[in-house]
């Protein structure tokens, strides 16, 4: 059906919720928060699993379990993709609605933040099983979806197609059409430009932030990025375009390394004709997926999948800068090792907010029933993820802590007080 090869795990996953809850733990512990706050901020508000009997192509039914946690919902109308993976877990959704919190508050959007998730594995379906698969979440999910509710959005293995049979289905149960009820829709559905490479374009300039404070000169400086999808994709063409040279880029079918650099918009023509998929892309050393992260390059972008980076091959990074295109890259127990390295990091709730950092423009679009340009899009985002940037770094020179746990102070400052201004019971 697929000539697909699955990578081979380049470790055990270390436990997602437990990762995002260290960092939590010693943010809050600065910040000083009361233990009500902390119990107030660390539970999700909702968590719904659904079974999902889908018929698929040949006759037989087959059962998925569909999940969509709600972690907050205090600074406005919870945010955050669906991810359809086989690894998908409800503690790996957890953790990664509760990112999605702190991610819209360290950008300072007005949403809270939830995450949905299927475990399936969309390279395997047809388009026909998808719709299917993805309609019926949907419909199980209408009570928790809404533009003032709960707004999801496109994440690991879901694009515009998945969220336009969304809308629809969404918009069909009620009777009308809401295009607000979901974001990373195609441009003809409400979309908005600048959504596609906008995860991928705040990567750069969140790189491009920290490099000008480590006083990293752009053009003199080299990169490798892992992960060829969405973000990985389009954060080394446009890390190319400024003038760095991307020196490695990997997908599923391994890493492709040229100390030379790489023709990224060559790369990319490439994987369109090749299927999606790198595989047999010259001018270049194959190398796996593990070795790229080990390059003697000055900028490292894990922009596949969580816990890429851990506390057994920290060690052998060399580069003095790691932008977390992905959520969850590197997992907690790396964390000091990285510090003590002297490796600047920027955090994945700050850089790649830029995600939903647009989705939050498509929305206010979508609601005002107006279409902003590229230009508007694009400069009003970099704004945004500059401010977020400095305001990061200048609570991590304040506390005199890392960029991640300074990242984890502003969101969670943040939530704090707007709940204590909002009350509870
Ligand atoms: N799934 C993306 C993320 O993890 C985007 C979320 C959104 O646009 O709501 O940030």
Redesign the pocket.
């Known amino acids: 059906m697929t000539n697909y090869i699955e990578p081979a795990p380049i470790k055990d996953k270390e436990n997602p919720l437990e990762s995002m809850m260290s960092r939590f733990d010693r943010a809050a512990e600065l910040l000083g928060i009361s233990d009500e706050m902390y119990h107030i901020l660390k539970a999700p508000r909702k968590q719904v699993t659904v079974g999902l009997p889908i018929t698929m192509d040949n006759g037989k039914i087959k059962v998925f379990e569909g999940y969509r946690v709600i972690h907050s919902t205090i600074l406005g109308p919870s945010?955050?993709?669906i991810?359809f993976d086989p690894g998908v877990h409800i503690d790996e959704v957890r953790a990664?609605a509760a990112?999605?919190t702190w991610?819209c508050a360290v950008v300072d959007i007005p949403?809270g933040g939830a995450?949905g998730g299927i475990a399936c594995n969309p390279r395997e379906m047809s388009a026909g099983e998808m719709e299917r698969l993805m309609r019926a979440y949907t419909l199980s999910m209408l009570d928790v979806f809404g533009p003032d509710k709960d707004?999801?959005?496109?994440?690991m293995g879901t694009g515009p197609r998945e969220m336009a049979w969304l809308m629809d289905e969404y918009s069909k149960a009620n009777g009308m059409t809401v295009h607000a009820v979901v974001?990373?829709k195609p441009l003809v559905l409400g979309g908005s430009v600048g959504r596609t490479e906008a995860?991928g374009r705040g990567v750069t300039v969140t790189a491009l932030a920290a490099m000008e404070k480590m006083r990293l000169n752009p053009y003199r400086a080299s990169a490798a990025v892992q992960g060829f999808g969405n973000v990985g994709s389009y954060a080394a063409l446009l890390l190319h375009e400024r003038g760095v040279t991307v020196q490695a880029i990997s997908d599923v079918t391994g890493a492709y390394y040229n100390p030379r650099g790489i023709d990224i918009e060559a790369a990319i023509a490439y994987r369109t004709k090749n299927k999606g998929l790198l595989e047999g892309f010259g001018d270049a050393e194959k190398i796996t997926n593990e070795e790229l992260l080990f390059l003697p390059v000055d900028v490292l972008v894990p922009a596949a999948k969580e816990d890429v980076i851990t506390d057994e091959n920290a060690a052998n990074i060399q580069a003095k800068l790691i932008v977390e295109g992905a959520?969850g890259p590197t997992s907690a127990s790396a964390d000091d090792i990285i510090n003590e390295k002297g490796i600047m990091v920027v955090p994945d709730i700050l850089a790649?907010?830029g995600?939903?950092t647009?989705?939050y423009f498509e929305w206010v679009q979508n609601r005002i029933g107006y279409k902003w340009n590229l230009e508007r899009i694009n400069r009003r985002s970099d704004r945004i993820l500059k401010d977020a940037f400095e305001k990061v770094y200048l609570t991590s020179q304040e506390y005199n802590v890392s960029m991640r746990l300074a990242a984890y102070i502003v969101a969670i400052d943040k939530v704090a007080k707007t709940y204590e201004f909002r009350g509870g019971f």
């Open positions: 945010k955050g993709g991810r990664l990112w999605m991610k949403y995450k707004i999801p959005a496109p994440d974001t990373g995860t959520n790649n907010a995600g939903v647009v989705s």
